[in-house]
């Protein structure tokens, strides 16, 4: 008989550490470092960031702030003209975690909905997921003040406008109202007559009141490189 229970003992015992860790597993283990963020506030001077290096640095400095200053952190900027650059080409390769430790995207593929099935799908970026470095939730439709407007100057797919226009406020380098414009995605997915979160529509103007009054404040979307 207490052989019988020794048994029994036994196999409770590893059932119980089974169920554990299956249990581990189903929650996918330790909370992955913060890789993706939104600035909680902007530079305060409309579009201007001093180019894509200033706006990699302000991308950084929160980081810093946030306690994960080791990665090299880069805006999800693209620009125009000579050397335009794409901004799905300069975030990494993925994957990437908010503040939450919750995932966001696998890659630059699915972020982007390359494929028919991934655009199905789509990415987790929206009002709950889309943090800022302190793991805030930027406001969005039906707040106030709504600043859901992220300066992105890219196409839906991430790439650089090829036209004549100006859709980076001359390359994230001008304040200046009458002298271009910024495209804006939409952090919480609502709004504009579509879900873009790079690609919504564009600001009135490149200054900071202008950014105001379409609905944002100036702020970025940053990406862990590494």
């Not at 952190?73 to 975690?97: C, E, F, K, M």
């Not at 007559?193 to 970025?220: D, E, F, M, V």
């Amino acid at each position: 008989m207490k052989k019988t229970l020794a048994i029994l003992g036994a196999t409770m015992v590893l059932a119980l550490g089974t169920i554990a860790l299956i249990a581990q597993g189903q929650r996918g283990g330790p909370q992955q470092p913060m890789s993706f963020f939104i600035t909680s506030v902007g530079k305060g001077d409309g579009a201007n960031y001093g180019g894509l290096a200033g706006a990699d640095a302000y991308c950084q400095m929160m980081a810093t702030a946030a306690g994960r200053g080791a990665s090299t952190w880069h805006a999800y900027l693209s620009t125009q003209g000579a050397g335009a650059v794409n901004a799905r080409d300069r975030i990494g390769s993925g994957p990437w975690y908010n503040a939450r430790g919750q995932r966001v995207a696998m890659g630059v593929a699915d972020l982007h909905g390359d494929t028919i099935e991934q655009a199905r799908i789509g990415n987790a970026l929206g009002k709950q997921f889309s943090l800022t470095e302190k793991a805030g939730i930027v406001n969005g439709v039906g707040d106030m003040p709504n600043t859901h407007d992220i300066l992105t100057g890219s196409q839906p797919d991430g790439r650089a406008y090829t036209d004549a226009m100006d859709h980076t406020c001359s390359n994230y380098t001008s304040n200046a109202d009458g002298r271009g414009q910024v495209q804006l995605g939409h952090s919480d997915k609502q709004g504009g007559n579509n879900s873009s979160w790079n690609s919504t529509h564009a600001s009135r103007g490149c200054s900071q009141p202008n950014l105001i009054s379409t609905g944002g404040a100036g702020l970025l979307y940053c990406f862990a490189i590494n």
